[in-house]
């Protein structure tokens, strides 16, 4: 009779302790990772949601997945049920591979493959095709265990064939290769268990189940590709797996489900010698305290740690509640950088530039340094000027921030737009282009709680009630978002009340032109709106659409831009006292081009511009000053056009 | 009146029996909501159950049907009629289904004015096919051709994209086009990875390449010639553009536009209409196949990098006029075009022409400007009537939305066409029924067994066309060809053209599509 290993109590206490660390770790210190995860899926309970996770193979793990992965919008509880389910894992695969507990760790191997897997992501995110990332590969591993366990439970050569047969179809079915990747580990176990007490059967019955596991596997992706017209074939050890739509991305996120599919496979045939190791005690006693250091150490390696990737998810997530001064708090904690670490990097980037002896060498100490040097993706200063317009402080605030282009920690290029494109455009008033990139992230990646929600809100500002009905009705079928759902029902239908609710009535002040074909922008957020501030302007105008406009002109560094923005500025804006930044810019341009428009300028203004001149006359501007110039002149306007485009800025 | 009297009583006595209105029940001080709107349309005889739902708030429904002494009562907010029901209920092929809706507040019933739904003994063709997917702008991922027994609800996906997925390489397919309404030929477009164009020939698959480097492009809007082997298709560099501040979201440009023939068994294509300073596209086989139809705007612009910029700043002033081309299949000899409908003259722009296999209308989609009607609120329908001569807009299947690819039943009693009527974006498809007088009768939309679907589905459809039988060939068969075979390069022809005199204007040579040597012929 086949009996599960009963686990004592002393030997989970490890397993406890770890699963109440990681909690802490994802609810304190990633929930917003598990938050912006649970936004991009999507749970709906109707029974047409459902019947389509039954058309492709793994839709229903998909399903079960999406489930789970609504509760990381309340990032404690989705953190809680993803390590409860992860310790359920440990526990049942110390139980079906019956590991002795002097081994106990071992289990702790594919589990830490399952955090690494969702750890590890990153960026790619972006470009995750599934809802259900997150729970998914936990939920098919205990199914592919499961699968095992259950064969090898079975009494009799027929009942295990018939088993592997349904597990191998409808697994399929349901969770795609976890199934198949599961058959084909019992059929191993079942090959390799010579000494098994659990079945008795003659060899040739052991290798008949280890081939039916076989030949079930390799028919089954041509069997039901005959009826599912969801997959191809090329794909159809992948249906289950997550995917991305940049290629070379799923190949490397995929690499911790093949291991563990490994790992699987070579438990199943280890299982029958780990009853002798029982009895080998004293040989094992560090056994235990190595493996589990071992894979502490390696998910923490693998844990994605980026400190601009952590401030653009939550900045973003403060922008789409409208939370502006968080944004800007959020950027300032990020940006805080410690001024000594800061400067020996520009110090020993100076000396290397120093002894470069070629202009390549020279380029790549420089590239080198890029990603060294602390400071902000362009996404978060996109963020932060427009949380800085939004508060009417942009033109005193936006140049005294840290500014700068650093690579996002990416293989991949990261397009902006599609990061970020449907709250930016939406906030700055470019609705069809929000909408644009909302449309290109649903149709590679599927619709979403943020995309259904995106979509509905430029429905409504653009009084298309009866397309925001669509999305509306959508999101009445979620658990976390019928309230809003009801709440953007009422401004859908009432043009009045939702030009004065937010985030409509500020964003408003920015629709203030003409229709024209939107710019090329290739994907990049600041190349759009620079075109979009100053290209086909309508003979009307907002305080808030010149504010921007000006910003934008300053931004781009080029005076008749910035001359005309200027004047539009005093029109609509009527200022009494000139914001420091716009001063700065005036100051600067004036003295480029020998002008005097008789711009009154502030007594600090001027002295700081004049301090600045003696400064770089004095010491120039080159790696060595840098740094310096930076702490006493990096709030000002003139810094940002004279020194921020040194470094890997896209105006230049 | 007292008919109508007559049956209400006949109706609540029913109702009441089944736990449904009684004699308390009032008449409703509102008017009914249903969705879809099958009130007192024209259906055709075939035509799968009308089910649809109440949309007015009550504690419970009750619907009860009749025709012909047949009556069926259905209970609940969502009317679906079982079809072995609505078979008895359409059964004369003849008549009107009565309609009465009840609905109940707390405990009090209230009855709607019944409605009708006509029958026509018209039946309509038994399939038709559509590309299902999801809002497009540029990238596009899940894409099925679906055809649809619309005489039940039989949905069957004869090919999608997601079937011929490499790695990270997707494949765009579109444009389906039948001949006769058969699908023993019959042709689809694969674009990008692996592409070609898959054709259907007498039962035999093939897939051909039908750019030459004497074309702008492959085969793009194809039109099957009605008693010959030939295939019309437009040749079109497309681009498009996004709007900023407008409800139509996009602008779908062509660069360059030409016309081309397609001969099937010598698999060479050779030039209809390629004048340089003329935007010729949307080709369509009069009923006897002696006339192809086409649309095209003048537009004088030297090709070089700026063309699309100066297309783009001129996007409102193309304008799309209607021609026509004689044709005699047997020498595959073309005659001078001529001007059918002069759309520029009125700040028009005509696209879509399609004749009906009766040679009687001829309907085509007006807008505002442009090429591409599906993403013009301003699109209409527009009908020719070469019994009467009228031309004018079908103002009564009109919408304040797009109106934009259509096609006639094979009885030409019938026209199906795409709309965005419902919500403004999602594309649905809408029949009516033209009578003798070249009337249409009020659309309706295609039945649905949820009648919420349409509601719910964040998907569109779009290029219906009606067949008269099941595709054939496999999904399999189609993903294994276009995976596996490579496109078979057409070679190219000279145009045989003739003057008004009837005398031949060109030479004959031909270019091979695998060798590229040139033959005179």
Redesign the interface.
Known sequence: MYHSKPIHFKTAIPALVIALALWIVLTFFQGHFLYKNGDMSLFLF?W?FFKEAFSIPGGFLGWVGSFFSQFLLIPWIGALLWTLLLLLAWWKTVQIFKIPDKLSALAALPVGLLIIANMSLGYSIYYLQCHDYFFAPVIGYLLMIGIMDATWRLKGTAAKIAFIFASAFGGYCLAGVFALAGVIAAGIGTAAAPDSKDFKGHIWERYAVSAAAAVFCAAVPFVL??LF???????SLLMGLPNF???EW?QSVRLPYWLLFGLTAAMAIARPYFANAESDGRKMALFNPAITLAAIIATSVFWFKDDNFKAEIKMSLAAERNDWQKVIDIFETATAYNPDKEEKKYKDMAHELANANDEETYSQIIRIYNGKISRPTRLMVILRDLALLKQGKALDKAFAMQDGGKKQESKFPIVNSIEAGQLVFFNYG????G??WC??N???LG?SYSSLRAMTSYAVI?N?S??A??FL??LDKTLFFRKWSREQRVLANDVQAMSSAQPYKDILPY?C??????EYDDGDCEIFLVN?FFKNRSNWSTPEFDRAALLWAMRYKDSVMFWKALAQYFTTNNPEHLPKHVQEAALLFCSIENEDLGITFDKEVLDGFTHFQEYVQKYGVNSNTIYRLWRNFGDTYYYYYFVTNVYSFKFN | MKKHSILLCFVMAIASCAGGPDAGTITSDESLRIFPDYSEVLIPCNLAPANFMIDNEADAFYTVLSNNGQSVTIKGQKVRIPEKDWKRLISGGDGRIEVNVFIRRGKEWAAFPTFGINISSDPIDRYIAYRKMPLIVQVYNSLEMIQRDITCFDEKVYFSNTMVHEKSEGTCVNCHAFSNYKTDNMQFHAREHNGGTILVIDGALRKVNLKTPMTISAGVYPSWHPTHKFIAYSNNKTYQEMHMMSHDKIEVLDQENDIVLYDIENNAISPIENDSSEMECFPTWSADGRTLYYVSNHYESPFDSERFDRILNDRLKLHFNLYAKPFDPDTRTWGPHYLVYDAAEKDSSMTWPRESPDGRFLMTCISTHGIFPIDQIASDLFLFDFKTGNARIIDEISSPYAESYHAWSSNSKWAMWSTRREDGTFTRLYFSHIDENGHFSKPFTLPQKDPESNRKLLYEYNVPEFQIEPISVRPEDFAKLISESDAIPAAFESKRETDNDGNLTTSDYRIDGMTGASVQK
């Open positions: 109707d047409d590709y005959r017209t969801s997959f191809s074939i090329a794909d739509t940049i290629l799923a470019a609705v069809n282009i909408y644009h449309l290109e649903q149709v590679l619709w653009m298309e009866e397309f009905a669509k009705d959508k629709m032109f003409e229709n024209r074909m939107a979009h």
